[in-house]
């Protein structure tokens, strides 16, 4: 199975601040990398597929970046929207893997 | 709009079995696969397989293998996931996700609103 692993596992961060989170595969994934967001209490959403296409509806201040085994999202002005948690998700193999997550809190 | 509505939270006993249904609305049920993945208690998301609703073929995670069976009803658009042998770490919100794809890349969208099967003596 590939390994997915997030960096950092949490962070605390201010509103306007730009945030980078990154995801590293234990094997080339090629551009097989997707990006969800998930609040408390709801499922996950979708953000990014293919490393950096932005799904419909998401706002531009997230993109996505990387190929092969190194990936990162950022977020380039925090909003108090997008308080919550954030996993990288590959489908290059079966089992499609997801990293732990990225927790991402107010300072 | 596209959706998926999942069935209720189930409590079971350890070794029993548990089915979660998932009613699809809003797009031809058999032209997208569908997904299972589970959340345990404060932890990461872990997929379990897919079913192809139009042949009914399945695709299950290694570790699930001889527990899972994911089937569908194409009549009603709703796909099904159950569990066997149940064990108290298999406590966990189950979700239903719709396969999403474009040139080859796939991705989840949408997801089912989760069902907590709790596992329980």
């Known amino acids: 199975d590939i390994q997915m692993t997030q960096s950092p596992s949490s962070l605390s961060a201010s509103v306007g601040d730009r945030v980078t989170i990154t995801c590293r595969a234990s094997?080339?994934?090629?551009?097989?990398l997707n990006w969800y967001q998930q609040k408390p209490g709801k499922a996950p959403k979708v953000l990014m597929y293919?490393?950096?296409s932005l799904q419909s509806g998401v706002p531009s201040r997230f993109s996505g970046g990387g190929s092969g085994k190194d990936f990162t999202l950022t977020i380039s002005s925090l909003q108090p929207e997008d308080f919550a948690t954030y996993y990288c998700?590959?489908?290059?193999?079966?089992?499609?893997?997801f990293g732990q997550g990225t927790k991402v809190e107010i300072k | 709009q596209v959706q998926l509505v999942q069935s209720g939270a189930e409590v079971k006993k350890p070794g029993a079995s548990v089915k979660v249904s998932c009613k699809a609305s809003?797009?031809?049920?058999?032209?997208?696969?569908m997904h299972w993945v589970r959340q345990a208690p404060g932890q990461g998301l872990e997929w379990m397989g897919r079913?192809?609703?139009?042949?009914?073929?399945?695709n299950y995670a290694q570790r699930f293998q001889g527990r899972v069976t994911m089937t569908r009803d194409t009549s009603i658009t709703t796909a099904y996931m159950e569990l066997s042998r149940l064990r108290s770490d298999d406590t966990a919100l189950y979700y239903c996700?719709?396969?999403?794809?474009?040139?080859?890349?796939?991705?989840?969208?949408?997801w089912g609103q989760g069902t907590l099967v709790t596992v329980s003596s």
């Open positions: 996700a719709r396969d999403e794809s474009s040139s080859s890349y796939n991705w989840f969208d949408p």
């Open positions: 809003g797009y031809t049920f058999t032209d997208y696969y």
């Open positions: 079913i192809n609703p139009n042949s009914g073929d399945t």
């Open positions: 094997q080339t994934v090629s551009s097989y």
């Open positions: 293919a490393v950096s």
């Open positions: 998700q590959q489908t290059y193999n079966t089992p499609w893997t």
